[in-house]
């Protein structure tokens, strides 16, 4: 333990309390805003492209206001932070990986048949036809 003591008054100590309380007030409504923003972006006549983009990047700007905040990360020591976003980096890499690996695109049709899978024929986004 350091020997060194932080006295702080009872009235500082409640105004640091109070300034975490509002941070985080201003915090859930801006989130509110932005759950709001992505209800409304969805039911606007969007290119797919545009839409995707819109709605992920907004998801990517709430959960990094989640994961500072609500889990505390914002207060803790900056190892902490970098070991976080280092290990949700690596699983984003490694998902993306998969879903380029393991794409239905480059499965066999024929192995698929032969397995009882029943493939049907669908439209992607840019409009090319998947069979």
Known sequence: MSAEVHHLSHAELLD???KRYHAFINLALFLSVFTGVEIVVIFLPFPPVVLFTTLITVSLVKFVCVILWFMHLIYDAPLLLILFVGGMLLAAGTMVALLN?????????AVLHDSGVVIHSATRVDGTSIS
């Open 16 to 18: 640091q309390e109070n």
């Open 101 to 109: 690996l393991l794409a239905r695109s480059d499965v066999d049709p």
